[in-house]
């Protein structure tokens, strides 16, 4: 399947200047590291269980073009180094949980913080 976006279409998508930002990724097994830019995400989620309880907390994802990091794992880390549209994330460490390609070009990385 071919991507419907250009890989300079993508780039724009995640360009630091808007709403992208700018991660140093590090491989959990050592290695180098790489500075690339993606989508930082991190909505609220709330989970009802069959208790009559709610779980609410946040569910961080961080969007990239697939070919950046083309060997992404899981216990994989990114630290949050440029976010000019909310400098609050400019320090902030998460693992790699979940890594999900959708095959047109795009990956999409579920992240948990580190505390």
């Known amino acids: 399947m071919c991507p419907v976006e250009s890989a300079a279409d993508r780039a724009n998508l995640a360009h630091p200047d808007d709403w992208g930002v700018v991660a140093i990724y590090t491989p959990a097994g050592g290695g180098p590291t790489s500075s690339v830019a993606g989508n930082l995400f991190d909505e609220f ?5 069959a208790a009559f309880v709610s779980v609410e907390g946040s569910r961080p994802r961080f969007e990239l073009a697939s ?3 083309p060997l992404l ?39 948990e913080e580190v505390a």
């Open 45 to 49: 989620d709330e989970v009802d269980t």
């Open 67 to 69: 070919s950046l990091v």
């Open 73 to 111: 794992a899981h216990g994989d880390t990114l630290l949050i180094t440029r976010a000019d549209y909310n400098p609050a994330l400019v320090g902030k460490e998460y693992i790699i949980r979940s890594v999900q390609p959708d095959h047109t070009g795009h990956t999409k990385l579920v992240l």
